[in-house]
């Protein structure tokens, strides 16, 4: 118990500071951002995919950055009636060619369309989730596979389910998921996990992690249906 308390509390100390450093790198890397793009726009095709390539690796700094300040403060400012269906397929498209690059196609599936799919959640943290959990979901993935993006709903909650055709967990990895700095990866952070389980449960929400070695691993996100009031 002591010990946990000293861990939680390391990890505090941990946050903010990385999340003040995150914040201040994040302004110069809009600028250099901004400037690749106005060059990428004008140049010619040949230096087209290295400013591309480089555009890419901003990219992902800026994901990295974002974990880094959720996991400071994941608790939401923006909260509002979100409908799923539009919100998973505009975070899908995003992913999208991410997902092509490494030969992985990601799919959209909306069952019970015709019952209403509402919650009540932040969309920039949610989709931060979404992100992390479909990056994880490519990342598992040698050669090629599917992740299945999917939005249903029973009585009176919401489920939204990330599903891989990846390597999937051994048991001792699924332990570790929500460790802080676990990763079995070159270039992991360990923090996508982590921060996904915070934002979901700073929204009310619940999120369980199911894995086969060999089979894939599908991550379920429930929270309270609800009934926007302007219907
Ligand atoms: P990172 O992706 O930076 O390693 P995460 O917190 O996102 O950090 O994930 C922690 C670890 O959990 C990963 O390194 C991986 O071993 C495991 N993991 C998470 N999601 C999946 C998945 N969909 N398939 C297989 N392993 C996963
Ligand atoms: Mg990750």
Known sequence: MRHELEQNEKLKIVSQLAA????????????????????KENADESKKNYLQIALSELERAELIITDYLNLAKPHSEHLETVYVPDFLHHT????????????VEIKLVISFADKELYITADKTKLSQVIINLIKNGVEAISKSGTVT???????????????????????????????????????GTGLGTLVSIRIVEAMSGKISFASKPGKGTTVTLKFPAVTPIDK
């Open 149 to 187: 993006v999917s939005g249903s709903r029973d009585a009176h909650t919401v489920v939204i389910e990330v599903a891989d055709t990846g390597a999937g967990m051994s048991e001792e990895t699924i332990a570790n998921i929500g460790t802080p700095f676990f990763t079995t990866k070159e270039s």
């Open 92 to 103: 899908v498209e995003m992913m999208y060619s991410y997902g092509l690059i490494k030969n």
């Open 20 to 39: 003040s450093v995150a914040h201040e790198v994040r302004n110069p890397l809009t600028v250099v951002k901004g400037f690749l793009q106005l060059f």
